[in-house]
């Protein structure tokens, strides 16, 4: 049975009252104000003591937990630090994450832009969701649950059909949030293919998504970051960061697989020209660089070898 939470207030509790504590899930209030309608989690912003997921603040997470060693549990499973091996692709993955990708664009984005006109996502403890809107108000997926929040009431349903689900959260399902390359909406009635495991295993490759593209957008000196959102037509965590003037500008995203890969990739799609001759830049779907999930899933600090292969994108495009 899913329970009620608030991320940042459930983690201060945790962490006890000596600290101010930013997370990378969304958390209460809900934010009424353009142009996101959404918080900002993990941003320390004026409070510079606060304790972060990333390098931003004066301490971060895995600082704390070399101090706090009975954190650590905590911290891994929300990806805030000690973050470590990821799982195994779960069976009939595809199958499983085209369902999500149609919950996600039809009805959890729909949820949200129904309210206040915006649909992007976020992660979400072993799933995604939307940001709190409206009166405290958060759609959630947790591993094949569809979990609907609103202040501290919560109710919950296995994942069935896109009409149990809409009539769930009570709106009707759209295609509004979808893309060019998001998958037919398709028979509303029709048993969706989702699993408690790719579910699962969907909140571990965004949670550590969150974790990466937060650490790039704080990179000292980027230009012109945008936030981290979860797009559900393309169903990726993505942000752009980068000089567009200069060529450096680029969509850096963790996609959970597509119709050209079947498994998740970590990508850089640059914005402006590359240099085809640098082995990089080996992406031959789009204009950019791309890491699968087999380069990532044999290394204990999966973390690190993203943040890594992202970085490297992103000083090739904006060297001095």
């Not at 941003?43 to 937990?65: K, N, R």
């Not at 809107?133 to 649950?145: L, M, S, T, Y």
């Not at 937060?214 to 752009?240: C, I, K, M, S």
Request: proline share 9%.
């Amino acid at each position: 049975m899913a329970l009620a939470h608030n991320p940042q207030t459930d983690a201060a509790a945790l962490v006890g009252n000596n600290y101010t504590v930013r997370v990378l899930e969304p958390s209460r209030p809900a934010v009424d104000e353009a142009p996101f309608f959404a918080d900002d989690p993990a941003s320390p912003g004026a409070d510079a003591d606060a304790v972060t997921p990333t390098t931003a603040g004066t301490q971060s997470w895995e600082e704390l937990i070399r101090d706090r060693p009975d954190l650590a549990g905590f911290a891994r499973t929300h990806w805030l630090a000690n973050r470590g091996p990821l799982p195994a692709v779960p069976r009939n993955y595809p199958a499983a994450r085209n369902a999500f990708h149609r919950l996600a664009y039809s009805v959890v984005a729909e949820a949200r832009r129904s309210a206040n006109g915006k649909f992007g996502l976020r992660y979400t403890h072993r799933g995604f969701g939307t940001p709190f809107f409206g009166d405290d108000e958060q759609v959630r997926v947790e591993g094949a649950e569809l979990v609907h929040q609103h202040g501290d009431r919560v109710v919950d349903t296995p994942i069935t059909t896109l009409r149990a689900a809409a009539e769930f959260v009570g709106i009707a399902p759209t295609t509004e949030a979808a893309e060019h390359d998001s998958p037919p909406l398709g028979d509303l009635d029709e048993p969706l293919a989702v699993t408690p495991e790719a579910g699962e295993f969907l909140g571990q490759w965004y949670g550590l998504a969150w974790a990466v593209l937060e650490e790039l957008r704080a990179t000292p000196d980027a230009f012109d970051p945008e936030r981290v959102q979860l797009w559900p037509g393309h169903f990726d965590p993505a942000l752009a960061v980068g000089n567009a003037e200069t060529n450096g500008r680029a969509t850096y995203g963790m996609s959970p697989g597509d119709d050209a890969h079947d498994e998740p990739y970590v990508y850089v799609g640059a914005w402006g020209d590359v240099d085809r001759s640098d082995p990089y830049w080996n992406e031959q779907n789009f204009n950019g660089a791309s890491l699968p999930y087999s380069d990532i899933v044999s290394s204990p600090d999966p973390y690190q070898v993203v943040l890594d292969f992202v970085r490297a994108g992103y000083d090739k495009l904006n060297a001095a």
